[in-house]
């Protein structure tokens, strides 16, 4: 199986930036994808971007130019560089990655979250 923990969450002004990271452990085979997603209240989860292994990105349009997604192969970590934060990304984020188990087979693991608040 595959933990993923999420830390770097908490609460900010407009403007300001929060870094985002996630570490995956347990038993895996490979890690493929790894992404950060959100979820405001009331509202559905959505992507907020996304890396391959191979490191080619995307972003929600709602982010593109304000948060910078990467990641470490060597610790299987992901991160989520964030600035110019505004009060409209204040949600729950949380970390996926898709991975191959041990008996080959893909498994899809979600992390516990992270509140980021932005205040105005």
């Known amino acids: 199986q595959v933990q993923l923990v999420e830390s770097g969450g908490g609460l900010v002004q407009a403007g300001g930036s929060l870094r985002l990271s996630c570490a995956a452990s347990g038993s895996f085979f490979r890690i493929n994808a790894m992404g950060w997603y959100r979820q405001a209240p009331k509202k559905q989860r959505e992507l907020v971007a996304v890396?391959?292994?191979?490191?080619?990105?995307n972003y929600a349009d709602s982010v593109k130019g304000r948060f910078t997604i990467s990641r470490d192969n060597a610790k299987n970590t992901v991160y989520l560089q964030m600035n110019s934060l505004k009060p409209e990304d204040t949600a729950v984020y949380y970390c996926?990655?898709?991975?191959?188990?041990?008996?080959?087979?893909?498994?899809?693991?979600w992390g516990q979250g992270t509140q980021v608040t932005v205040s105005s």
């Open positions: 996926n990655a898709n991975a191959v188990d041990v008996r080959f087979l893909p498994v899809d693991a």
């Open positions: 890396i391959t292994s191979g490191g080619s990105t």
